[in-house]
């Protein structure tokens, strides 16, 4: 099969019967600037129409000395979370000429280290990174180059730009209202400890007791990572330890809570009176039959954050805070969750 050949600026000038240098001009809006007639402009713009001519990229990089592309570190892309905030980046990377790519990391450190140089290396204006990392010593050492923000995770102490939502007084105010009627048994079902994700909403969830009179129990706190595999599976051995469904859990994310919803379905425990709430909320939460008290990020939101102060970096225009805490709004489903604390 014969390869074909894209159009180039000389192709149409040729074409057209125009110097490469004419074609040029009008193909990059200068037509008015340099006098040229409107006949020569919609004679080139036809020709460059009809072979669907696209300029380059690069070449435009080269110029301007940006790629026009956003860099994003994800740990997985199956996570609702990461899978909403990357759907509504990408919206504000092409309806802004720029294009997304976006990496994932397995919360495999190794990996992300490779996938933020694979990144670099395509030359990307800016990295917007959740990362696994436990200190932020290598992306200070990138943003002496090009800007990164750091977003739904944050690491302790760092100075970098970061956009998260707030998860500790949050849990707190959804905990402490449950653990008003279930103040005997209320576990925490979380991810990695290591990660921030995890230590905020577990730092929640004990000033959540603490806030209802009720003493935190270290047996209460299960870990594991934030596959909905790992839900299923801290469920399933919390039932079978107790020999019942737990009367109360707070789930630390949408994907945990995947885990436990699939186990509660196989086991008919979906008309039973379990207390669940989440950390995260999904759409689909308002068509079970069991009820779920969430704390709900607004993706969007946290996107559009992002988006807009990494762009500002990139411009080198001012940021009016450089480390936001976005509020989330608390999503009550069981009727006596409504009822306010004293």
């Known amino acids: ?52 001519y696209q300029p380059s990229i690069h070449a435009r990089s080269l110029n ?52 933020v140089n694979n990144l670099i290396q395509r030359q990307v204006d800016g990295l917007i990174v959740a990362s696994s990392m436990l ?4 992306y200070l050492k990138i943003s002496q180059q090009l800007p990164v923000v750091l977003f739904d995770r944050h690491i302790q102490d760092t100075s970098l730009p970061l956009v998260v939502c707030e998860a ?25 400890p290591r990660i921030s ?35 299923y599976e801290m469920f399933a051995n919390l039932c079978a330890r107790l020999g019942r ?25 979906l008309e039973s009176d379990i207390h669940l709430c989440s950390f995260d909320d999904h759409y689909l939460y308002d068509s079970l039959t069991v009820s779920i008290d969430t704390i709900a990020q607004d993706c969007k939101e946290l996107a559009t954050h992002c988006f807009n102060m990494m762009t500002s970096l990139i411009n080198e225009q001012p940021v009016e805070q450089m480390q936001s805490y976005l509020s989330p709004k608390l999503q009550w489903r069981h009727a006596n969750s409504t009822q306010s604390i004293d």
């Not at 000389?10 to 006098?35: C, D, P, Y």
């Not at 469904?245 to 425990?269: D, F, N, T, W």
């Open 64 to 115: 301007v000395k940006r790629s026009y592309t956003l860099g994003l570190v994800v740990p997985e892309m199956t996570n609702y979370g990461f899978a909403a905030c990357s759907n509504e980046l990408e919206t504000l990377c092409r309806e802004n000429g720029m294009q997304l790519l976006i990496a994932c990391t397995d919360e495999n450190t190794s990996q992300e280290t490779m996938v």
């Open 245 to 269: 469904p737990p009367k109360a859990i707070y789930v630390a994310s949408c994907g945990l809570m995947e885990g436990v919803l699939r186990y509660m379905s196989q086991h008919k425990l």
């Open 135 to 138: 200190n932020d010593t290598e």
């Open 197 to 231: 994700p995890t230590r905020d909403r577990l730092a929640g969830y004990q000033r959540g007791l603490e806030r209802a009179g009720v003493t935190p129990n270290p047996e209460w706190v299960l870990y594991g990572n934030y596959h909905p595999s790992s839900g």
């Open 1 to 52: 099969m014969k390869k074909t050949k894209r159009i180039t600026i000389s192709g149409i000038a040729e074409l057209a019967g125009v110097s490469k240098s004419t074609a040029s001009q009008i193909l990059n809006g200068h037509s008015k600037k340099f006098r040229i007639s409107d006949a020569t402009r919609d004679r080139v713009l036809a020709v460059a129409a009809e072979h669907h």
């Open 168 to 192: 500790i007084e949050s849990s707190a105010e959804l905990v402490a209202r449950v653990a008003r009627k279930h103040q005997d048994e209320f576990y925490f079902l979380g991810g990695q």
